[in-house]
């Protein structure tokens, strides 16, 4: 179908000036800002109680960053629905919705700056790798919507979801999940209330947003609970002032020093920042194919090269999370959502950002009442992977999301021996094999785990669909990928890994001779075909 087709013109109506509010928007406001604030929440806990960062870095100079980025982008696509309907002459375009990318907030987080900031004992050297980690997504962004179809087209879905599901299921859920359970009073109530309505298609008074529900509830439970002097939560009117006192006005400042101090981390962002570009790029075309969809169509190479700009101007005022146009657009388009909505939503954020709102929010919420909405956007990211992929390619999956447990196992490792005041190689190897932990083995297989599940899954997939030469194309690809430290490395170097590096050649030697002489089995017929039909489900943004 045409563009012309999706996006109908109404000739009388064209170069007239398009309604800039209507009583849709307030729905669509109220939905979307909702959803907004909820992560801005999440965001905001990440900063302070994952990665410990300062109160003046995370209130003075990354949530102020934060909040301009979000207003640039939600601006900028009103602007581009304004557009859209002054073209066409139609009154019911919808603008695109935008924010903080979700998966990409829990990955630059857990993978990038929480590694980097343990291992350095600063959390400040974490956000300076975050920035740089932006840094490079913006101009794959900015640069990659001539390549992204072509990356998209000879890598199978299952291998770029596989590797996408270690991360939720690893780096997302894990952590969250813990915290649910070490207060199961709030926690469990809390993810009850979210599953009921996410999964089970519950629906609130008033239409009121689980996740808002949820919140709410945590709130009650653990401000009840101080009543009786049990204290679940740890919520204290102290904190209450502490935040109010620290009302105040804080506008961006250019963060240009702090980005260049993290380009010494480069090789270990470099690992990770290529393939969730890659993502990045296809989330973009496929939000902005379900908008087409619903009937409005907009530009691919604009909406990527302003999701790059921002994202860019972002980073330099201090901001390591990058934009991306959310999915969702049909939905606030059949609420009424036109155009207003989505430059009111950038003003909200603007306010909560930069005049200390978010800082009093956290102090009235318990952090583990946010907690399931975080173990719930992990367990949706990692059943997209099977949902969404034919079922004989499930063990391809599972192989592409191993590597992702290696990297956790090691982290955790890590962490525990460091607190210690030691270390695995302090230790040794062969004692930690004694009681079945196999640390090398965890280094390899976790080092630059993002494309070690990508190659392992596309190899697995091709081979499952008897395309040798293709497989033996990946192995070939692990080889050079590793051999300079992309993949089972550390860091980006020359021969870092020679002996995986020559493992991949032999693999990729016997996948081509398997090519030419083999005679495989044919695929039984239920396993030919297309892949699964039908909306394909997304990470909750």
């Given at each position: 179908?045409?563009?012309?087709?999706?996006?109908?013109?109404?000739?009388?109506?064209?170069?007239?000036?398009?309604?800039?509010?209507?009583?849709?928007?307030?729905?669509?406001?109220?939905?979307?800002?909702?959803?907004?604030?909820?992560?801005?929440?999440?965001?905001?806990?990440?900063?302070?109680?994952?990665?410990?960062?300062?109160?003046?870095?995370?209130?003075?100079?990354?949530?102020?960053?934060?909040?301009?980025?979000?207003?640039?982008?939600?601006?900028?696509?009103?602007?581009?629905?304004?557009?859209?309907?002054?073209?066409?002459?139609?009154?019911?375009?919808?603008?695109?919705?935008?924010?903080?990318?979700?998966?990409?907030?829990?990955?630059?987080?857990?993978?990038?700056?929480?590694?980097?900031?343990?291992?350095?004992?600063?959390?400040?050297?974490?956000?300076?790798?975050?920035?740089?980690?932006?840094?490079?997504?913006?101009?794959?962004?900015?640069?990659?919507?001539?390549?992204?179809?072509?990356?998209?087209?000879?890598?199978?879905?299952?291998?770029?979801?596989?590797?996408?599901?270690?991360?939720?299921?690893?780096?997302?859920?894990?952590?969250?999940?813990?915290?649910?359970?070490?207060?199961?009073?709030?926690?469990?109530?809390?993810?009850?209330?979210?599953?009921?309505?996410?999964?089970?298609?519950?629906?609130?008074?008033?239409?009121?947003?689980?996740?808002?529900?949820?919140?709410?509830?945590?709130?009650?439970?653990?401000?009840?609970?101080?009543?009786?002097?049990?204290?679940?939560?740890?919520?204290?009117?102290?904190?209450?002032?502490?935040?109010?006192?620290?009302?105040?006005?804080?506008?961006?400042?250019?963060?240009?020093?702090?980005?260049?101090?993290?380009?010494?981390?480069?090789?270990?962002?470099?690992?990770?920042?290529?393939?969730?570009?890659?993502?990045?790029?296809?989330?973009?075309?496929?939000?902005?194919?379900?908008?087409?969809?619903?009937?409005?169509?907009?530009?691919?190479?604009?909406?990527?090269?302003?999701?790059?700009?921002?994202?860019?101007?972002?980073?330099?005022?201090?901001?390591?999370?990058?934009?991306?146009?959310?999915?969702?657009?049909?939905?606030?388009?059949?609420?009424?959502?036109?155009?207003?909505?989505?430059?009111?939503?950038?003003?909200?954020?603007?306010?909560?950002?930069?005049?200390?709102?978010?800082?009093?929010?956290?102090?009235?919420?318990p952090v583990v009442a946010i907690s399931p909405i975080l173990l719930y956007i992990g367990?949706?990211?990692?059943?997209?992977?099977?949902?969404?992929?034919?079922?004989?390619?499930?063990?391809?999956?599972?192989?592409?999301?191993?590597?992702?447990?290696?990297?956790?196992?090691?982290?955790?490792?890590?962490?525990?021996?460091?607190?210690?005041?030691?270390?695995?190689?302090?230790?040794?190897?062969?004692?930690?094999?004694?009681?079945?932990?196999?640390?090398?083995?965890?280094?390899?297989?976790?080092?630059?785990?993002?494309?070690?599940?990508?190659?392992?899954?596309a190899i697995a997939v091709f081979v499952i669909e008897r395309k040798f030469v293709h497989?033996?194309?990946?192995?070939?690809?692990?080889?050079?990928?590793?051999?300079?430290?992309?993949?089972?490395?550390?860091?980006?170097?020359?021969?870092?890994?020679?002996?995986?590096?020559?493992?991949?050649?032999?693999?990729?030697?016997?996948?081509?001779?398997?090519?030419?002489?083999?005679?495989?089995?044919?695929?039984?017929?239920?396993?030919?075909?297309?892949?699964?039909?039908?909306?394909?489900?997304?990470?909750?943004?």
């Amino acid at each position: 179908m045409s563009a012309n087709e999706m996006t109908p013109i109404s000739p009388a109506r064209i170069g007239m000036r398009p309604t800039l509010w209507t009583r849709g928007d307030w729905n669509a406001l109220f939905g979307f800002g909702t959803n907004i604030l909820v992560n801005m929440l999440v965001l905001t806990g990440l900063l302070q109680f994952v990665l410990k960062m300062p109160p003046e870095i995370v209130f003075g100079r990354i949530l102020p960053a934060v909040g301009l980025m979000m207003f640039l982008s939600t601006a900028y696509y009103a602007f581009l629905g304004y557009q859209l309907a002054r073209k066409t002459g139609r009154d019911d375009v919808c603008a695109l919705p935008s924010g903080i990318s979700v998966p990409h907030m829990f990955v630059v987080t857990f993978v990038i700056m929480l590694p980097i900031g343990a291992s350095t004992g600063d959390p400040i050297q974490g956000w300076e790798a975050g920035l740089v980690w932006v840094f490079f997504q913006s101009f794959i962004l900015m640069i990659g919507g001539f390549v992204a179809p072509y990356i998209r087209r000879i890598t199978p879905r299952a291998a770029l979801l596989g590797t996408l599901a270690g991360v939720s299921i690893a780096f997302i859920s894990m952590r969250p999940a813990f915290e649910i359970f070490a207060t199961p009073v709030i926690g469990l109530t809390c993810f009850a209330v979210i599953m009921v309505s996410w999964f089970g298609g519950v629906k609130y008074p008033k239409g009121i947003p689980a996740g808002l529900v949820a919140i709410a509830v945590g709130m009650v439970i653990a401000w009840g609970s101080n009543i009786f002097g049990l204290g679940y939560g740890g919520m204290s009117l102290a904190n209450v002032g502490d935040a109010v006192a620290n009302f105040g006005f804080e506008i961006p400042l250019p963060a240009l020093d702090h980005v260049f101090h993290g380009f010494r981390y480069l090789g270990v962002i470099l690992v990770t920042a290529i393939p969730f570009g890659i993502y990045d790029l296809v989330e973009a075309m496929d939000n902005v194919e379900s908008a087409e969809a619903a009937g409005d169509h907009y530009p691919t190479t604009r909406v990527l090269t302003a999701d790059g700009v921002v994202s860019l101007i972002g980073c330099l005022m201090g901001n390591p999370f990058i934009n991306a146009v959310y999915i969702g657009h049909p939905g606030w388009k059949s609420m009424g959502g036109r155009i207003g909505y989505s430059a009111a939503t950038g003003l909200m954020v603007i306010v909560l950002a930069w005049f200390g709102v978010i800082a009093l929010l956290l102090a009235l919420i318990p952090v583990v009442a946010i907690s399931p909405i975080l173990l719930y956007i992990g367990m949706l990211i990692g059943a997209q992977a099977f949902q969404t992929t034919p079922s004989r390619h499930a063990p391809a999956v599972v192989l592409a999301l191993s590597p992702h447990l290696a990297a956790w196992a090691k982290l955790l490792i890590d962490n525990s021996l460091g607190l210690a005041g030691t270390s695995a190689a302090a230790i040794g190897f062969d004692k930690l094999g004694s009681v079945g932990v196999l640390y090398h083995g965890l280094e390899v297989m976790g080092g630059g785990a993002i494309l070690v599940g990508l190659v392992l899954g596309a190899i697995a997939v091709f081979v499952i669909e008897r395309k040798f030469v293709h497989a033996s194309a990946f192995a070939l690809a692990g080889a050079v990928l590793t051999f300079f430290g992309f993949m089972h490395g550390e860091m980006v170097g020359i021969a870092v890994t020679p002996g995986v590096s020559l493992a991949y050649v032999m693999v990729a030697g016997l996948l081509f001779a398997c090519s030419r002489y083999a005679v495989p089995e044919s695929l039984p017929a239920e396993a030919r075909g297309a892949e699964p039909e039908g909306a394909q489900p997304a990470p909750a943004e």
